[in-house]
């Protein structure tokens, strides 16, 4: 995720399938993987000449770890270490996972697009880390996927990533469930499953 991202409609309608997901099954915490990236942004143009967004209005609007201070009974931790190299990352958020043993969570994968296509870049999820993470949450806690909208073609986009993700964490077909907010993001769904 890049900071650029954060704070839109996506967003309004990921955090509350986040916590619809973590009262209904009774998690205590949401972890979000941020998969960050920091953005670039353009400058503003006043009388012509230019400057940079002042960083407090930055931070405000777009610092993604301002989920943090969501004012509910169900806590926020974000990981947000760079995502630059695969491996380290995926060391580094098994790590993360592994200290938070003794309550139930909600551990939300957070990339830019979603599961690798064809030719995969840093704004994906690999199969192998998406399986690697399913293996390191414990049983009882929630993972979920952010997937966006891959086919502007008009081509159903859903069923497809969903059997992907089946597929790469060896689940049976139709055993992940579907989170949307079609009438605010038409053009994101979130992939969800209980570890039994």
Known sequence: MQDKFYADKRDLVKWAVLHRLAET????????LAFYRPSEFAK???????????KEVRSHFRDIRTVEKIKSKIQVTVFYELFYNRNSYLEAVKKFLSKF???????????????????????????????????????????????????MAGQPWIEPKRRQLEEALRLPEQSIKIAQGPQIAHDVAFFYKQKP
């Open 44 to 54: 503003i143009i006043i009388d012509g000449v230019e400057y940079d967004i002042p």
């Open 101 to 151: 043993q003794e309550e139930r969570c909600v551990v939300f994968l957070d990339p830019d697009t979603g599961l690798e296509p064809r030719e995969p870049n840093l704004t994906h999820v690999l199969e192998s880390e998406a399986k690697a993470i399913w293996e390191s949450i414990k049983v009882g806690d929630v993972y979920v996927f952010y997937q966006h909208q891959t086919n």
């Open 25 to 32: 099954y009774q998690a205590q915490r949401i972890l979000q």
